[in-house]
């Protein structure tokens, strides 16, 4: 049976996963458990045509779908739509990123952050990231802090945690990868606190990534420069950005 009022949704988006999201929701599962929170585990699935939805539906997660595949941004944003917490945090259907980090992500929301994003590129800096991504990253980085005058050092990645009141205050309109993007630039520019903390990837074992380089790192250049000249919303909180370097 379901929380009825849980306080942390858990949203995994996935696409063809059939390989790696049952074990991602099993360990996304312990780890809540064990941190004995009420919680949920939502999955959006996006358009699947592979066994997915159905190994999904076999664990303790509440399943959704988006019907046919519309690309991560609407998947995550259906599943903001659909989650019940007051936190919510993102986690990659495809293995890469590691549940145990969790409560690092979700404690400083109780602290006044209103954003959390785990940085592949600070820390120990022990991560499967290709150094393609790493240059895209890294100028796509450049291209924030000159929209908004704030230094990030890992824009795009998806493991993140926010309150849901964040997500009450701003309008998400991305429908790829540049979710994340839209997400780190509008919390900047509208005055919530961001936080990052060090995570830890490991290199994909199962399918291929669906990131296509050029087309989507394009979207994401043009979402910084269409949600940095934006109109910003009210937001009483002061504009803040916290990169912590230890676990």
Known sequence: MQPCNPSISVVIA???EEKTIGDVISKVANIMQRLKVTHEIVVVDDGSTDDTRNVARATKARVIS????RGKGH??????????GDIIV?????GEHKPEEIPKLIYPLYNGTDIVGGSRFIGDGKN?????????NKLLNLAITLMTGKYVTDSQTGFRAFKKTFLNQIILESNGFEIETEI?????????????????????EQGKSKLRIAFDGFKMLTTILKSGIAPVTHNSSILQTDTETAT
């Open 66 to 69: 988006d019907g046919r595949n």
């Open 90 to 94: 993102t986690i990659d259907a495809d």
């Open 184 to 204: 780190t630039v509008k919390g900047l520019r509208n005055g919530f606190k961001f936080k990052e903390i060090p995570i830890h990837c490991t290199r994909r």
């Open 75 to 84: 998947a995550v944003r259906h599943a903001f739509r659909h989650a019940r």
């Open 128 to 136: 499967s990231t290709t150094k393609l991504n790493i240059i895209g």
């Open 14 to 16: 996935a696409y063809n």
